[in-house]
């Protein structure tokens, strides 16, 4: 119940502040970019001219498959920084302005507190991620050739979860510090750091949840869903759970203090 | 049978203690001011009451608690800057605090219609909270503490930030409230204090050095400072005053004399003979009744 | 037969998507009580910088 009250308070407030238009209508627009530009970038060149003649301007058209995956890396970039930036004051930014400890003199539970926050902001870029995949899916199959849509289903379903771990480390850092631009910052590094330990050390970290985009690849290219997507996926629910765990632990510590 | 009872309450932050072995008890229904100067620990005590920050040693109990160890069911809490979701209307943000406190949506809607009524927010009930003023806010503040009935009502500094004239609001809407409610507010205004509150707590660096009704206080302290002065200076005037019965200290500044007196009427009578009968040129005679001021000045550079 | 029919109607909804979140950024823009910064600033950035403008209101614009 108590749940309830305040994931729906969230929902109304992106409501007001427009998250629920903008936040899908910029993944939409990420991830069609890629597989249109790349359909008519040569086509542009040709028309433009200024390519000296006899000279051979050959750029690989990618298959539906390659194309698609355009959309997922768009997404696996662009579509991340706007969700750190989402959820960046999410917690932070009632600490700073000073609404958090209104709302927390009322009987309020940690655990409801954080994890209606943490859906709320899921709903958005869950939404926002299946819009845009599917957008980018319609795109590719009129320029690059038809793809079975149950792949992509399946991949946005991975996808959501490597999202899902996002928004995780971004509500845990939201309960260290008070400043939202600092909360964004310090997300973006533990991001970048887990992307480029996954990179290095990919072959022994093959469960890593950065590599969930990798294996999305491999599927819509083989169709098969490999042992270690399914590695990918539990380890980020594993982590995103422990992300909230800490988080509200954080904030109960800091209630004693 | 006392509302909460407040035993040997102590924080330490790295070493530093800001709340220092405080006790006290609060009867239900009365109106309890936590008087002290600006860093005496009156913030960090009502946030122990408000179940906020946990003591480092010592304990609250409510002796309403049976049901839950969560005292901010039973408290309603008004922070010294009260900040809201802006981006709400005021009736909305009441909903949901009473919502927060496991009010059901009606319940909490009929809750709110009234207490909007009881503050004097109806006509703006709908008006986003970023467009009020601080005097609303703070209205606005009380009304959220309110909302689930709760036994004890703490306010921080509840007036002192405002204009006169939204000061002169929330202490009436206090004398209002402390009809049927309790009420424990602090404040470093001798003022508000005096004028509203049935108790007095007074704290200092953390401990309280003084409390009891104002009554009481008052009685305590009840000695009467009388200042005389004379056109002349009579001879042996030192000695002859401190030989009045009732006279307990006498004083000299420049050409005054203050007399420190238990019982005005009797000193009264007693100096008057003798200024007769030394036939003393007596200019001035004014008696200046020992004020909350003096006893919170005497408390603190105690 | 680079602007044919065909790519029009292929960028269509992309742009209709654009214009959108350009109206949506100055709706918002007029109706919030202050912007973080002049608001006629933020109306240039919003209408002439390509979908970047909007996005950037949104983040940077809105007063925390």
Known sequence: MQWYVIFKKEILENWRNMKWIWVPIVFILFAVMDPITTYYLPKIMDAVGGIP???????????????????????????????????MGVISGEMKSGVYELILSKPVKYTNYVSAKFMSLAL???????????????????????????????????FSLYFALIIGIVIMVNTWVQSPGVVAFLSLIIIIALNVLTSIYGHIFTWSPALIGDY?????????????????????????????????????????? | MALLEASHLTKTYKDISVV??????LEHGKCVALLG???????????????????????????????????????????????????????????????????????????????????????????????????????????????????LIILDEPASALDPIGRREVLNLMRELKKDATILFSTHILNDAEEVSDEILLL????????????????????????LSFTDEPKFIEDRLKEIESVFKVTRENNDYFLTVHDLQIARKQLLEVVHRENWQLTRFEVAKTSLEDLFMKAVKK | MLINQDLILLLLPVLILQLILLVIAIIDLIRIEKANGPKWVWALVIIFINIIGPIVYFIFGRRP
């Open chain 2, 204 to 227: 200092n660096e953390g401990k309280i050095i003084e409390q009891g009704s104002m009554h009481e206080l008052e009685s305590v302290q009840s000695t009467v400072t009388i200042k």
């Open chain 1, 124 to 158: 958005i870029v869950f939404l926002s991620i299946f819009l845009a995949v599917v957008a980018g899916w319609y795109y590719v199959s009129l320029l690059f050739g038809s793809i079975d849509f149950t792949k992509i289903l399946t991949s946005i379903l991975f």
């Open chain 2, 37 to 151: 100067p600006n860093g005496s620990g009156k913030t960090t005590t009502l946030r122990m009451l408000a179940g906020f920050i946990k003591p480092t040693d010592g304990n609250i109990s409510f002796n309403e608690d049976r049901l839950s160890k969560d005292f901010r069911n039973y408290v309603g809490y008004l922070p010294q800057f009260p900040v809201f979701h802006n981006w709400m209307s005021g009736k909305e943000f009441l909903i949901y605090a009473g919502q927060l406190a496991h009010l059901s949506k009606t319940e909490a809607i009929k809750r709110a219609d009234e207490l909007l009524d009881l503050v004097n927010l109806k006509e703006v009930r709908k008006l986003r909270i970023s467009k009020y003023s601080g005097g609303m806010k703070q209205r606005l503040g009380i009304a959220q503490a309110l909302i689930h009935a709760p036994k």
């Open chain 2, 20 to 25: 220092n072995d405080v006790s006290f008890s």
């Open chain 1, 53 to 87: 003649e006899g000279a051979v301007v050959d750029i690989p058209m990618p298959n539906a498959n390659e194309a698609i995956l355009m959309s997922f890396n768009e997404l696996g970039l662009l579509g991340v920084l706007i969700t750190v930036v989402i959820a």
């Open chain 1, 216 to 257: 999305i690849g491999e599927y819509l290219h083989s169709g098969v869903l490999s042992t270690e997507i399914w590695y990918s996926a539990l380890m980020a629910v594993i982590f995103t759970f422990a992300c909230i765990q800490f988080a509200i632990l954080t904030l109960k510590n800091r209630a004693l203090q």
